[in-house]
């Protein structure tokens, strides 16, 4: 009996270490698809290119601070919950400094969306306005993390 549950659980363990393992890749094919789609339809120079990905990359490395910064606020917010017997300005004080690093973070994206913009021709930028909002993802994703806060209080 004991044998055959560590092997279910085995299984278990490894189906669920695989479904992690392959997500991460996917998303960052679809997403290399989607710049590529992008760039065609563009039809940007090499030096476009190149800017381009500088910029990105800044952004990247910005993003990364940022975002550390909101889950530490996060989990500043959950810890508060957990010890209990908080005050009203102590919880909005900690949902006010989440908040603000959420408008950080996007006002940066607007900013590298904006420094992107600006490399582009006027013809380019024609074709930029037509395409769909390549921030809108990630705006789902922020929504979602803000329902879950609210949630799970």
Do not use: C
Not at 21 to 38: D, G, S, Y
Not at 49 to 74: C, D, F, Y
Not at 107 to 130: C, F, P, R
């Amino acid at each position: 009996m004991k044998k055959s549950s560590l092997f279910i659980m085995a299984v278990l363990f490894i189906g669920m270490i695989s479904i992690n393992l392959f997500a991460q890749p996917e998303r960052e094919m679809r997403m290399e698809r989607f710049k590529n789609k992008i760039a065609d339809k563009l039809n940007l120079t090499d030096e476009q290119n190149n800017s381009i990905e500088s910029l990105k990359l800044q952004h990247q490395k910005a993003m990364v601070g940022l975002r550390s910064e909101e889950k530490l606020k996060e989990i500043e917010l959950r810890e508060l919950k957990f010890k209990g017997n908080y005050s009203r300005e102590e919880f909005i004080s900690k949902v006010k400094e989440i908040n603000e690093i959420r408008n950080k973070i996007a006002v940066s994206q607007a900013e590298h969306k904006m420094d992107v913009y600006g490399l582009l021709t006027d013809d380019q930028k024609l074709i930029w306005n037509k395409m769909p909002d390549r921030f809108g993802e990630h705006r789902k994703d922020m929504m979602k993390q803000q329902m879950k806060l609210h949630k799970d209080f």
